[in-house]
């Protein structure tokens, strides 16, 4: 299995909301709790391009465009990290990655419709 498995993603249309999932199944706690971890985006034709991050202490940075939109948190406990996504935009369509380092997970597909 892979070190990092996303779920949640999904096809809604313009003003509605996702939520996604990312685990770490193969980790053991005190390995999760010391990474930083991470969500990106690639949509067709673009360079994966980051949207969020999440420290071992809850302090979460986003990048400009979802900001007030998104919201990113962790479970420590369930080596788990999710991405709340509300207002959803047709722009922000694409395959949605969980990273830490150089691991990614294989991504969920967000399509957004207007």
């Known amino acids: 299995q892979a070190a990092l498995v996303e779920s949640g993603g999904g096809s809604v249309q313009a003003g509605g909301s996702l939520r996604l999932s990312c685990v770490a199944s193969?980790?053991?706690?005190?390995?999760?709790?010391?990474?930083?971890m991470n969500w990106y985006r690639q949509s067709s034709g673009h360079e994966r391009e980051f949207v969020a991050s999440i420290t071992r202490t809850h302090t979460a940075n986003y990048a400009d465009s979802v900001k007030g939109r998104f919201t990113i948190s962790r479970d420590n406990s369930r080596k788990r990290i999710f991405l709340q996504m509300n207002d959803l935009k047709p722009d922000d369509t694409g395959v949605y990655y969980c990273n830490r380092n150089d691991e990614w997970g294989q991504g969920t597909q967000v399509t957004v419709s207007s």
């Open positions: 193969r980790d053991i706690l005190s390995t999760f709790n010391s990474y930083v």
